[in-house]
């Protein structure tokens, strides 16, 4: 078990990195006529800067039902790793939120965010980590994303079903990885955005690091 002094020096690391990139808005250097895609890239743009990471932008493609993976509302492909999938009625939805216009749904936030949150995924790695981390992190940075990029404090979301067993395992580990009391103290939330980040290797470093 890792303890808060290693979570801390993680910590400090990535604020070092987030530090040497180059200085960045939320928008892209071109803003695209399609609100849906704008938002995207705002949301981009901001998860670059909160996690420290390169900036990774990812084509927002309106795609039919059979387009997609059974029950998926929106996928990331191996073979398209920087296009999003979306089904058009989630891309109408992230284009309203961009426009102001309806009300906004907090599933369908938190869709774009988690699609936005695979970068670099990496084909041998364990896909039920990949998702749990993922849909884990956008959990977290909900708060935060819907204050800083829509100017609203959005609340209501959960992990979707699919994944729940997932993000469990994945707080769990964060939580005893960051020696924390609860998945919900900053070590741990820590933790998961560093799980995050890793390569393939460092995942299983730091997974088998708990027992």
């Known amino acids: 078990m890792r303890d808060r002094t290693a979570i801390a020096l993680m910590a400090a690391g990535l ?6 990139l180059p200085p960045r808005g939320l928008a892209g250097p071109t803003a ?18 909160t996690l420290g990471t390169r900036p990774y ?35 109408e939805q992230w284009g309203q939120m961009e ?3 309806g009300a906004i749904e907090p599933e369908s936030a938190k869709l774009l965010v988690h699609e936005l949150l695979h970068q670099d ?15 884990a992190v956008a959990l ?17 979301w959960s992990a979707a079903d699919i994944y729940r067993e997932h993000v469990r395992n994945i707080r769990a580990w964060s939580t005893r ?15 998961r955005r560093a799980l995050l980040v ?11 690091a708990v027992r």
Do not use: C, K
């Open 15 to 20: 604020a070092t990195l987030a530090l040497a």
């Open 32 to 49: 695209s006529p399609n609100p849906a895609q704008r938002l995207a890239d705002r949301t981009a743009g901001w998860i670059a800067a």
């Open 57 to 91: 932008t990812m084509r927002v493609h309106p795609a039919e039902q059979d387009e997609l993976l059974p029950g998926a509302s929106a996928q990331v492909l191996f073979a398209t790793p920087d296009v999003i999938d979306v089904e058009h009625y989630f891309a």
């Open 99 to 101: 426009t102001a216009r």
């Open 121 to 135: 995924v990496d084909p041998t790695g364990d896909p039920y980590v990949e998702e749990g981390v993922v849909e």
């Open 140 to 156: 977290d940075l909900m708060p935060a994303w819907s204050w800083q990029v829509l100017g609203i404090r959005l609340t209501g």
């Open 177 to 191: 990885y960051s020696g924390s009391r609860s998945f919900r103290d900053r070590g741990a939330r820590l933790a």
């Open 198 to 208: 890793a390569d393939e290797p460092t995942r299983r470093l730091m997974l088998e």
